[in-house]
């Protein structure tokens, strides 16, 4: 499956961003979808994922409540909608494909990714 993200960009703390992953190739629905980030000099963390159905969704606790993961099997995207955003927000945020379930916190565990995308976040 071949992802491309979109949807980043700069905006002030306090503000909203949605970031959309467009997925192409095999069927959409049979991937656990994710999203991590990666901060400078940091490495990539695990922000949150949604399996095959859609009915299930996990995060790291930095953002739940503040970010949605959510998905469209028809339109074979994936979003991540962020709210009440902070400055640590800032990262390239990466969408993510896998064809198992669990371990959604191991990046060496997903099997597809995209290209990024950039989120900065200013205080």
């Known amino acids: 499956v071949q992802l491309q993200a979109s949807g980043g960009g700069l905006v002030q703390a306090g503000g909203s961003l949605r970031l959309s992953c467009a997925a192409s190739g095999r069927t959409f629905s049979s991937y656990t979808m994710g999203w991590f980030r990666q901060a400078p000099g940091k490495e990539r963390y695990f922000v949150a994922a949604?399996?095959?159905?859609?009915?299930?969704?996990y995060y790291v606790d930095s953002v739940r409540g503040r970010f949605t993961i959510s998905r469209d099997n028809v339109k074979n995207t994936v979003y991540l909608q962020m709210n009440s955003l902070k400055p640590e927000d800032t990262a390239i945020y990466y969408c993510t494909a896998k064809t198992s379930d669990g371990n959604y916190g191991y990046a060496q565990l997903w099997d597809y990714w995209g290209q990024g995308t950039q989120v900065t976040v200013s205080s």
């Open positions: 949604i399996n095959r159905s859609g009915m299930s969704t």
